[in-house]
């Protein structure tokens, strides 16, 4: 038997897309669904350009780069977006209250039953709303999703969450010492610093590995993905919040806690749902922290993106606001009980050889 014929077939092929088909219907229906939600909540829908000058300042997002040659053969330096986020803000900016955005993304180096180099992200945005919106948003989503699919659960890997109940509300502080019996707070300073030797120490103790070359971020992100995240959205949906700031790069601090800011991530039978901002608006500290994500990505990966200058002008008569990007493709997977985000996708990017 040659090696081809054990390769799998094709998407397009009968037989494969047979099996698909009633996922990809499904996911049709909850578009449907999810644009009546929007419309009766006096939502306008936009759709953003995927080519931007920045596709997005974060250190471990990946963009895919392009250029537009003009008449005269000059060329600019083109990304398709990660986010419709930076266009939706300047939305905002010019006058809009509440938008909403199914927005085609790209993100490289991303490939994985979660994970696609072209997806689909569900974001919108409340002009002088809190963030607490959102978090109601997000219930009543997951219990629409559900009943246009016409399951009691959102399953995936054998997890299972009631789309029904109210979400838990959980800080990442409580999270951590809930999962980690590590203390977060303790290892931020007053003015939003982070101290990354108190930080490592802890998870010493508490059995974690620690490299010595591990910033506060990276020991941030293992003790989540570790041991935070797998427990998370099981029996009932959660919403994380409250990160530090640090690790917060476009919200605003929280009113109660400088060392915390107005972000929470939603979860659902352990998968990521969703991530929300109460936005930051202030250009000047907005252009600090985008400096800050920057030089960690040439650190890390050896390459940095342009930031978007007419973003950051925006921002300076952009009103006070709370924003959301939801995975639209993870939604449908686990209403559906989809195993891998390509059975949920019309037609699925190619996937490269190793």
């Given at each position: 038997?040659?090696?081809?014929?054990?390769?799998?077939?094709?998407?397009?092929?009968?037989?494969?897309?047979?099996?698909?088909?009633?996922?990809?219907?499904?996911?049709?229906?909850?578009?449907?669904?999810?644009?009546?939600?929007?419309?009766?909540?006096d939502?306008?829908?936009?759709?953003?350009?995927?080519?931007?000058?920045?596709?997005?300042?974060?250190?471990?997002?990946?963009?895919?780069?392009?250029?537009?040659?003009?008449?005269?053969?000059?060329?600019?330096?083109?990304?398709?977006?990660t986010?419709?986020?930076?266009?939706?803000?300047?939305?905002?900016?010019?006058?809009?209250?509440?938008?909403?955005?199914?927005?085609?993304?790209?993100?490289?180096?991303?490939?994985?039953?979660?994970?696609?180099?072209?997806?689909?992200?569900?974001?919108?945005?409340?002009?002088?709303?809190?963030?607490?919106?959102?978090?109601?948003d997000?219930?009543?989503?997951?219990?629409?999703?559900?009943?246009?699919?016409?399951?009691?659960?959102?399953?995936?890997?054998?997890?299972?969450?009631?789309?029904?109940?109210?979400?838990?509300?959980?800080?990442?502080?409580?999270?951590?010492?809930?999962?980690?019996?590590?203390?977060?707070?303790?290892?931020?300073?007053?003015?939003?610093?982070?101290d990354?030797?108190?930080?490592?120490?802890?998870?010493?103790?508490?059995?974690?590995?620690?490299?010595?070359?591990?910033?506060?971020?990276?020991?941030?992100?293992?003790?989540?993905?570790?041991?935070?995240?797998?427990?998370?959205?099981?029996?009932?949906?959660?919403?994380?919040?409250?990160?530090?700031?640090a690790?917060?790069?476009?919200?605003?601090?929280?009113?109660?806690?400088?060392?915390?800011?107005?972000?929470?991530?939603?979860?659902?039978?352990?998968?990521e749902?969703?991530?929300?901002f109460?936005?930051?608006?202030?250009?000047?500290?907005?252009?600090?922290?985008?400096?800050?994500?920057?030089?960690?990505k040439?650190?890390?990966?050896?390459?940095?993106?342009?930031?978007?200058?007419?973003?950051?002008?925006?921002?300076?008569?952009?009103?006070?606001?709370?924003?959301?990007?939801?995975?639209?493709?993870?939604?449908?997977?686990?209403?559906?009980?989809?195993?891998?985000?390509?059975?949920?996708i019309?037609?699925?990017?190619?996937?490269?050889?190793?």
């Amino acid at each position: 038997m040659t090696k081809s014929s054990l390769a799998p077939s094709p998407w397009w092929t009968p037989d494969v897309h047979a099996d698909r088909r009633p996922f990809l219907l499904a996911r049709n229906r909850i578009q449907v669904a999810l644009r009546g939600y929007f419309a009766e909540r006096d939502f306008i829908e936009v759709d953003t350009a995927t080519l931007q000058a920045s596709p997005g300042n974060e250190a471990h997002l990946h963009a895919f780069r392009t250029e537009a040659i003009g008449h005269s053969g000059a060329v600019t330096p083109l990304y398709l977006h990660t986010s419709p986020e930076f266009a939706c803000k300047k939305l905002l900016s010019a006058g809009e209250r509440r938008i909403a955005c199914f927005a085609h993304v790209y993100r490289n180096r991303e490939r994985g039953p979660l994970h696609h180099p072209e997806f689909t992200m569900l974001e919108w945005y409340r002009a002088h709303e809190g963030y607490d919106a959102l978090m109601d948003d997000c219930a009543a989503i997951l219990a629409l999703a559900a009943r246009t699919t016409g399951t009691s659960r959102l399953i995936y890997r054998g997890g299972e969450c009631d789309p029904f109940a109210a979400p838990e509300r959980l800080t990442v502080a409580d999270a951590f010492m809930r999962y980690a019996a590590l203390d977060l707070l303790a290892t931020i300073r007053p003015d939003g610093s982070t101290d990354r030797d108190a930080l490592a120490h802890a998870m010493v103790a508490g059995g974690l590995r620690v490299a010595a070359d591990d910033t506060w971020a990276d020991l941030f992100s293992r003790v989540l993905v570790e041991r935070v995240e797998p427990n998370l959205g099981f029996g009932r949906a959660t919403i994380l919040c409250e990160y530090p700031v640090a690790e917060a790069a476009l919200a605003r601090p929280a009113p109660n806690d400088p060392r915390v800011a107005e972000r929470f991530e939603l979860y659902a039978c352990g998968v990521e749902l969703a991530n929300a901002f109460g936005e930051l608006t202030d250009a000047a500290e907005q252009r600090q922290r985008f400096g800050l994500e920057m030089a960690e990505k040439q650190r890390v990966y050896g390459e940095i993106y342009p930031l978007d200058e007419d973003f950051l002008a925006a921002l300076e008569i952009m009103p006070e606001a709370s924003g959301i990007a939801l995975g639209f493709d993870r939604l449908v997977m686990l209403a559906t009980g989809a195993a891998r985000i390509d059975q949920v996708i019309w037609a699925p990017v190619v996937e490269t050889s190793p």
